[in-house]
């Protein structure tokens, strides 16, 4: 995984990344939570001698650190008999950053089962006539398909070689990009407006395309005092793109500014960049993703070979009554069917993505939201897909016997700093998921320590024994999940540490307590 660029920043809104996916998750910038930091034990605590002795070795990886000013919350216990070992403020409220997404995924696999699919449409108000013509607006309609694409063999480049294989060559409408089938928010609550220009605060939207994200590159000028060379990776009037950088001397530091509206695609890019130095990318989000996803499938129609009279348009849920889509009084001309569920909560927690976390959300709020309704019929109706989602994960997790009083959820995430949840709920979740079906999808869609996804640079003596989710937020650091001990015993276990303001790494003190869970064995002798 690579590492954030360490760039000169000129306002707090700018985010300079070395050239990488954008779908590895950037969590910054949180506000501690003001809890007590108390030692809590719960009074179910085994008191075997090995597990005693664990616990005295957890304990003083904690108290002898800087982290120790920090607020730590530590909860494990067996999946074989259910045992605690260990509760350090197991019952306490933290942030939980990205081990949220545990708690969306799960329910989601339970749920809605590992084998979902989501179903994005194309529309027409009437058949085509005999000469190919469709005389009217062609919709594009999302489901939520986290995975569509602009580009390859499948996505919208599959949908417009439907259309032409069915015999259309002119739509004499527009192409409007609907993103209708979800309502709520359009961010998650509790997100920073920094964020949500960066591609890791991306929206939400029903339509989405590429990740509803665009590369920025940023290289030097040919020589001292030109401009720097900005280009965005897809050229196009949907970006309005203004460069007002400096090519620097070559031992300048950079320092490089970037903004992008927050209700519009106005991008500024201003500041020095050193002559000689190296090129990077920063990853942007994209506002109005239905109007994006409408423009590049006018695109993909006229490479195919149908002219299009009218132009990219989009509708949303908030639109009036009578401008409301409705695909029962339409025409399907074409679908496509992305990938599985399972394969969509494999990325979304080997690379913490924030974006496919979300629209997980919305698509567990759709699809069961009638599980856990709201007592007030009047609210039921008018609650968002989000608000649902959240429902449906709670109820979810009260059915598998987790504690929820207190917990807030507030997104799919983690993104939000309104997010609480408990290492004790976490841990038992892990216990919950993994008598379901979906418990080996669950599984392996966790980081693998030394091997791959956000834990691939971590816990290398580790390697292949923990499988984890990482969380990141400034302040806010998490690791939970499964550890198999010497004695090949398996652990589920959920480390928070909050309010990290000093300088020294509390994910190194993370990874430490997680190493001696590996090393732990239930059928040693203490002395």
């Known amino acids: 995984m690579l590492a954030i660029a360490s760039f000169g920043l000129v306002l707090t809104s700018v985010l300079l990344v070395e050239r990488r996916s954008p779908a590895i998750s950037r969590e910054d910038r949180a506000t501690p939570t003001p809890l007590a930091t108390t030692r809590n034990p719960a009074p179910n605590v085994s008191n075997a001698p090995p597990d005693l002795a664990l616990a005295r070795e957890i304990d003083r990886t904690i108290d002898e650190s800087e982290p120790a000013q920090a607020r730590w919350g530590v909860f494990v216990m067996s999946m074989s008999d259910g045992r605690v070992l260990y509760s350090r403020n197991g019952d306490k409220l933290f942030t939980p950053a990205s081990n949220m997404k545990i708690y969306t995924t799960a329910a989601a696999l339970d749920l809605l089962g590992a084998d979902y699919h989501w179903r994005t449409s194309v529309y027409a108000g009437k058949q085509p006539d005999s000469n190919g013509v469709i005389d009217g607006d062609l919709t594009l309609f999302g489901r939520g398909d986290p995975g569509l694409a602009s580009y390859g063999k499948d996505g919208l480049p599959l949908l417009a070689l439907e259309l032409w294989q069915h015999g259309i060559r002119h739509v ?214 989000d608000e649902a989602g959240v429902a449906v994960v709670k109820s979810w997790l009260d059915r598998s016997s987790i504690p929820i009083d207190g917990l807030a959820i507030r997104d799919g995430s983690g993104l939000s700093r309104l997010d609480l949840v408990t290492p004790e709920a976490t841990a038992r979740l892990l216990v919950a998921i993994s008598k379901t079906s979906s418990a080996g999808v669950f599984h392996d869609s966790l980081p693998i320590a030394g091997r791959d996804g956000t834990l691939k640079p971590r816990l290398l003596r580790e390697a292949g024994k923990l499988f984890a989710k990482t969380g990141t937020l400034t302040y806010d650091h998490s690791l939970s999940g499964y550890a198999t001990t010497q004695n090949g015993e398996v652990l589920a276990f959920s480390i928070f540490c909050n309010d990290a303001t000093g300088h020294s790494d509390p994910v190194r003190l993370i990874d430490e307590i997680a190493a001696l869970l590996v090393a732990y064995d239930s059928h040693s002798k203490v002395k």
């Open 172 to 385: 004499r409408g527009n192409v409007i990009g609907d993103d209708s089938y979800f309502r709520g928010e359009m961010y998650g609550l509790g997100w920073q407006w920094n964020d949500v220009q960066w591609y890791f605060g991306a929206q939400p939207s029903a339509l989405t395309i590429d990740a509803n994200a665009m590369e920025l590159m940023i290289t030097p000028g040919g020589k001292f005092g030109n401009a720097a060379t900005v280009k965005l990776q897809r050229e196009n009037r949907y970006f309005h793109l203004t460069n007002h950088t400096t090519t620097g001397e070559r031992a300048a530091p950079a320092s490089i500014g970037i903004n992008r509206g927050l209700s519009d695609n106005e991008i500024r890019v201003w500041g020095e960049f050193p002559a000689g130095g190296r090129g990077f990318t920063a990853y942007l989000s994209v506002y109005n993703p239905a109007l994006w996803s409408a423009t590049l499938f006018n695109e993909a129609l006229l490479a195919q070979g149908i002219a299009v009279d009218g132009e990219p348009r989009s509708r949303d849920s908030r639109a009036a009554e009578a401008e409301r889509f409705d695909p029962q009084k339409a025409f399907e001309i074409a679908f496509a069917e992305g990938r599985t569920l399972g394969e969509i909560v494999h990325q979304t927690n080997k690379e913490s993505n924030n974006l496919y976390a979300e629209l997980i959300l919305r698509t567990l709020g759709k699809e069961r939201g009638s599980l856990a309704p709201d007592p007030d019929p009047r609210k039921n109706r008018e609650r968002g897909d």
